[in-house]
């Protein structure tokens, strides 16, 4: 009866994490004219779920360093040039404020629900 | 004050763009809209640029009386004569201190949206009263202290000059550390380029730029890889890069921001009036521009965290020479100023 229990406990949460990634999605950002752009348009505010995954891509013709010090998520990407891309996941709900460390004018708030 | 309409930047733009059809250089190839100068200087809604504002910031700005020892102002370190910056490779503060920054020009400082080298100050606003507190440059109390008698607000509102030119400018708000603030920044926003060769010959005037010029903005956009930072209207990306020099003691934009690349950063500066605003660099490291083309042709000096838009350029003798030229035209001839008249009573 207990090995039973234990079983479905197993199952359950191995659905729950097949499920969650299953709806988890991908947001591609551009850094583009610098700004932070989703497809094609400025935006300065996001709003994703957790587990979701920002695809950070630069499409500038010069570096940018993409970074928070939010304590929601704390990262730093480093410099990386045009046509490279780095990804940040956001599991827990709450707002990151993500900036370019060079370009000070790119500005963004990620809100995680 | 050069305030355009949206329609007349419009013109501008078509103007240009048949003006560089017509001109047929390679370097004319690409859009060059972007170093046209905005159609209006920008200004926030809650402190709108008016005479009075401008006249009574003019007078806080060459008042010595605004410092500690009632001996520098503002003006001290940013001298109209000498690009609105101070000619030395850093600058003098209170006391005879040797600060460890030089004095950055004031010119087109409206148009950056971040202050002072390390950009600590979000708008002029914010920065106006920072110098005339340190105690390192001006050394001046606001409010009586327990070592000061009175403050600089006190000493003020004794001035009938200036109760009348506060109330001119600010009806009804006083005089007071926001009031201050705000003539300043109006008066500081009136300090533009004018129109150097560069903005001439974009604007149709084919003699405006020697041959020597024209190829030295070849290379500023190409080869030389400047245009990456220096770029637009006024020569910067307001971002803030570690350019290599040799200066391990400041931090720069890293005391604002703790990311790695930041370590040793600084603000982009203008390079408009770039011919008076010798020294150059966050610490005045260079007295002439050959010195300062001939630190990023080499890669910079030190590699440590260096910016990765920095590397060995390999120039020739006369591509060095054409560069030189070219930044010599964005010095157009400053717009005279006159000394204003201080309240005594």
Same mark, same amino acid.
């Given at each position: 009866?207990?090995?039973?229990?234990?079983?479905?406990?197993?199952?359950?949460?191995?659905?729950?994490?097949?499920?969650?990634?299953?709806?988890?999605?991908?947001?591609?950002?551009?850094?583009?004219?610098?700004?932070?752009?989703?497809?094609?348009?400025?935006?300065?505010?996001?709003?994703?779920?957790?587990?979701?995954?920002?695809?950070?891509?630069?499409?500038? $013709?010069?570096?940018?360093?993409?970074?928070?010090?939010?304590?929601?998520?704390?990262?730093?990407?480093?410099?990386? $040039?045009?046509?490279?891309?780095?990804?940040?996941?956001?599991?827990?709900?709450?707002?990151?404020?993500?900036?370019?460390?060079?370009? $000070?004018?790119?500005?963004?708030?990620?809100?995680?629900? | 004050?050069?305030?355009?309409?949206?329609?007349?930047?419009?013109?501008?733009?078509?103007?240009?763009?048949?003006?560089?059809? !017509?001109?047929?250089?390679?370097? !004319?190839?690409?859009?060059?809209?972007?170093?046209?100068?905005?159609?209006?200087?920008?200004?926030?809604?809650?402190?709108?640029?008016?005479?009075?504002?401008?006249?009574?910031?003019?007078?806080?700005?060459?008042?010595?009386?605004?410092?500690?020892?009632?001996?520098?102002?503002?003006?001290?370190?940013?001298?109209?004569?000498?690009?609105?910056?101070?000619?030395?490779?850093?600058?003098?503060?209170?006391?005879?201190?040797?600060?460890?920054?030089?004095?950055?020009?004031?010119?087109?400082?409206?148009?950056?949206? *971040?202050?002072?080298?390390?950009?600590?100050?979000?708008? !002029?606003?914010?920065?106006?009263?920072?110098?005339?507190?340190?105690?390192?440059?001006?050394?001046?109390? &606001?409010?009586?202290?327990?070592?000061?008698?009175?403050?600089?607000?006190?000493?003020?509102?004794?001035?009938?000059?200036?109760?009348?030119?506060?109330?001119?400018?600010?009806?009804?708000?006083?005089?007071?550390?926001?009031?201050?603030?705000?003539?300043?920044?109006?008066?500081?926003?009136?300090?533009?380029?004018?129109?150097?060769?560069?903005?001439?010959?974009?604007?149709?005037?084919?003699?405006?730029?020697?041959?020597?010029? !024209?190829?030295?903005?070849? &290379?500023?956009?190409?080869?030389?890889?400047?245009?990456?930072?220096?770029?637009?209207?006024?020569?910067?990306?307001?971002?803030?890069?570690?350019?290599? *020099?040799?200066?391990?003691?400041?931090?720069?934009?890293?005391?604002?921001?703790?990311?790695?690349?930041?370590?040793?950063?600084?603000?982009?500066?203008?390079?408009?009036?770039?011919? *008076?605003?010798?020294?150059?660099?966050?610490?005045?490291?260079?007295?002439?521009?050959?010195?300062?083309?001939?630190?990023?042709?080499?890669?910079?000096?030190?590699?440590?965290?260096?910016?990765?838009?920095?590397?060995?350029?390999?120039?020739?003798?006369?591509?060095?020479?054409?560069?030189?030229?070219?930044?010599?035209?964005?010095?157009?001839?400053?717009?005279?100023?006159?000394?204003?008249?201080?309240?005594?009573?």
């Amino acid at each position: 009866m207990k090995q039973k229990y234990l079983f479905n406990i197993l199952f359950i949460g191995l659905i729950m994490t097949f499920t969650t990634a299953a709806f988890s999605e991908e947001f591609v950002i551009d850094q583009s004219s610098k700004s932070f752009q989703l497809n094609g348009k400025k935006i300065e505010a996001i709003t994703i779920k957790a587990g979701d995954t920002i695809r950070f891509k630069n499409e500038d $013709p010069f570096f940018h360093n993409i970074f928070s010090l939010s304590d929601l998520k704390t990262f730093d990407l480093g410099s990386f $040039p045009k046509g490279q891309s780095k990804t940040v996941t956001f599991d827990k709900a709450g707002m990151a404020e993500v900036e370019c460390a060079i370009h $000070p004018e790119m500005y963004m708030e990620v809100s995680v629900q | 004050m050069d305030i355009k309409s949206p329609s007349s930047k419009f013109s501008q733009k078509i103007l240009l763009a048949i003006c560089l059809s !017509l001109m047929g250089t390679p370097v !004319l190839a690409a859009d060059l809209s972007h170093y046209l100068r905005p159609s209006e200087i920008p200004q926030p809604d809650n402190n709108r640029m008016t005479p009075a504002r401008i006249e009574l910031g003019k007078m806080l700005f060459f008042d010595p009386r605004l410092s500690g020892s009632n001996w520098i102002s503002c003006a001290t370190c940013h001298n109209p004569g000498l690009g609105w910056s101070d000619g030395l490779p850093t600058a003098i503060g209170h006391g005879q201190k040797i600060l460890r920054r030089s004095t950055p020009t004031i010119l087109n400082t409206a148009y950056q949206p *971040l202050q002072l080298w390390d950009g600590r100050a979000r708008s !002029l606003e914010k920065q106006a009263l920072g110098p005339i507190e340190d105690e390192g440059e001006m050394a001046q109390h &606001l409010h009586k202290s327990n070592d000061r008698s009175h403050g600089l607000i006190d000493e003020l509102k004794v001035l009938k000059g200036y109760r009348d030119a506060f109330e001119a400018a600010y009806p009804g708000e006083g005089i007071t550390k926001k009031t201050i603030a705000k003539a300043l920044s109006s008066f500081e926003r009136t300090i533009v380029s004018t129109d150097a060769a560069f903005d001439r010959w974009i604007k149709g005037d084919k003699k405006a730029m020697s041959k020597s010029a !024209l190829r030295g903005f070849k &290379l500023f956009e190409g080869k030389a890889n400047c245009a990456k930072c220096h770029s637009n209207f006024n020569f910067t990306d307001n971002g803030f890069h570690n350019i290599g *020099l040799e200066d391990a003691t400041d931090a720069g934009r890293y005391a604002i921001r703790k990311v790695k690349i930041l370590i040793g950063a600084f603000k982009t500066p203008t390079l408009r009036d770039i011919a *008076l605003t010798a020294p150059y660099m966050h610490n005045g490291a260079y007295t002439t521009l050959e010195e300062v083309i001939e630190h990023y042709n080499v890669g910079g000096i030190s590699k440590e965290n260096i910016s990765p838009n920095i590397k060995k350029l390999n120039l020739s003798n006369s591509e060095k020479s054409d560069l030189v030229v070219f930044l010599k035209s964005l010095t157009g001839k400053p717009n005279p100023i006159t000394y204003p008249m201080l309240p005594v009573e």
